[in-house]
């Protein structure tokens, strides 16, 4: 590799590449930067009255034009008409929906913004065991990407490292925040694992020695976890003084039933071998993908295992699969008892989170169940039913306001949102970017 001279010092052809996406990603910083700044609510000041709208609890109860009532970031009523409190700021909202704020599982949301460039990316760490990595404190609660998805009434997110057997820990976060201690909602709770499958081998002359290969490489995964696991069971039950380790020190919790497991797998015979190891070990894990669960939902039944659906606006998982399978997996999985929530790959498509649960609507399940797998289904699997996921006295006060059907992606009108009560700023990269060519080509005389 040919070296050339820079500030007295050599460095590799390659590398200029990385200074030129390093000084794209600041120039693209600094164009956003130009925009109008974004800041986090101040905490809620007085009572707010929602009135005359359908609200939609979230558990399947929807009250037509009813009352929504919450002080200090709490709900304090949902339900008819009520006398409202002296001193509350009354929204009118007749003829509108409102919402529990939509959450958003297993996100690299804030641990990644510029794909192309590797140091803006910090959802992966080097190895294969990284148990002890808090995806929490590398989360940025800057990134452009957040506002664009409160636009569309998600208001929580867990945010989920990725890559290695065990990636490490997921955080529930709120999304309208300072930094990353402010938005802590759930701190660590639950270790991510990635279960060892076999990829697709080559075709040719090497195919049968690939698979072999693959396979081999399979087995000594799941026996290398297996061993793992074994180790961190016993140190979580060793008492007195002992030398610590951070790895086994972070699946004590497991083990306390106080952190959860979040073992991704999508294929049938995966899905098996991973509760049955899992189940030996005492976890009862949270299955994340099940692109094939609807195969084996008797096991999820058996062992009460919720599952959080790889996104529907997608491929089957399968090349043989009926083509429509994304959209009723969730129906399928619903009718056979098992509780789902919806997930989708990667930061971007986040935002479409709302029109996965409206298009599995469309596929048969009932319209407030579809809106429960983003709303109280994840707060059940995420653990955090205790404080939002339905509108119900006595929970934080995540709300969303909606011209029409959230679930719909012409009704999806966001018009005001609340997290924990406080009014947040609902404008985005995107709106501000629409502003700006309508007052160019003269669709509007405001700047």
Same mark, same amino acid.
């Given at each position: ?23 794209a ?16 609510? !101040? ?31 709490? %709900?304090?009523?949902?339900?008819? &008409?009520? /006398? @409202? ?8 909202? &007749? ?27 910090? *959802? ?25 998805l409160? &636009? ?33 909602? !759930?701190?660590?709770?639950? %270790?991510?694992i990635n ?24 087995? &000594? ?6 061993? *793992?696991?074994?180790e ?14 951070p ?33 030996r ?30 996104q ?23 009718d ?7 997930? %989708? ?13 409206? /298009? ?29 996921? /339905?509108?119900?006295v ?5 709300? @969303? ?17 609340? %997290? ?20 160019? *080509? ?6």
């Amino acid at each position: 590799m040919r070296n050339i001279w820079i500030n007295n010092g050599f460095i590799e052809m390659k590398s200029i590449i990385n200074y030129i996406l390093s000084a794209a990603t600041i120039a693209f910083a600094a164009t956003a930067g130009a925009q109008p700044t974004v800041y986090p609510a !101040k905490p809620q000041t007085q009572p707010i009255a929602v009135t005359g709208a359908t609200i939609h609890v979230g558990n399947g109860k929807v009250i037509e034009d009813g009352t929504l009532l919450f002080e200090d970031g709490k %709900i304090t009523y949902a339900g008819e &008409s009520t /006398t @409202i409190p002296s001193g509350s700021l009354t929204i009118d909202a &007749s003829g509108k929906h409102v919402y529990p704020g939509f959450i958003a599982p297993n996100t690299n949301l804030g641990l990644v913004e510029v794909e192309s460039v590797r140091a803006t990316i910090d *959802y992966a760490e080097v190895g294969e065991n990284n148990v002890h990595v808090r995806s929490l404190i590398a989360y940025n609660t800057d990134s452009k990407v957040i506002n664009t998805l409160r &636009s569309n009434g998600i208001l929580l997110a867990q945010i989920t490292p990725q890559d290695g057997l065990i990636s490490g820990q997921s955080s529930v976060v709120q999304l309208d925040a300072w930094n990353w201690e402010d938005a802590a909602y !759930k701190v660590d709770e639950g %270790i991510h694992i990635n279960w060892p499958t076999v990829r697709g081998a080559r075709f040719g002359r090497d195919a049968a020695a690939d698979a072999e290969s693959e396979k081999d490489r399979v087995q &000594s995964e799941i026996s290398l976890l297996n061993d *793992y696991l074994r180790e961190a069971k016993a140190y979580s039950e060793l008492t007195g003084n002992y030398a610590s380790n951070p790895r086994f020190e972070a699946f004590k919790a497991v083990f306390s039933g106080d952190r959860q497991i979040y073992v991704h797998a999508n294929k049938a015979t995966d899905i098996i071998s991973a509760v049955s190891m899992l189940k030996r070990h005492g976890i009862r894990p949270v299955l994340v993908g099940g692109a094939e669960a609807h195969l084996v939902v008797e096991l999820l039944n058996d062992n009460g295992i919720p599952v959080i659906i790889r996104q529907s606006h997608s491929l089957p998982y399968s090349t043989d699969a009926d083509v429509y399978l994304p959209y009723k997996q969730a129906k399928l999985l619903t009718d056979a008892g098992v509780l789902v929530a919806y997930g %989708i790959d990667g930061f971007w498509q986040q935002r479409n989170l709302p029109f996965m649960a409206g /298009t599995a609507a469309a596929y048969g399940l009932d319209k407030e169940q579809a809106l429960a797998t983003i709303t109280s289904n994840a707060a059940k699997i995420l653990g955090v039913d205790d404080r939002t996921g /339905t509108i119900e006295v006595g929970k934080d006060a995540n709300i @969303i306001i909606s011209g029409g059907d959230a679930l719909d992606m012409l009704g999806n009108r966001i018009e005001r949102a609340f %997290i924990q009560g406080r009014d947040i700023n609902l404008d985005d990269l995107h709106k501000q970017l629409l502003e700006r060519y309508e007052y160019k *080509y003269g669709l509007t005389d405001e700047r």
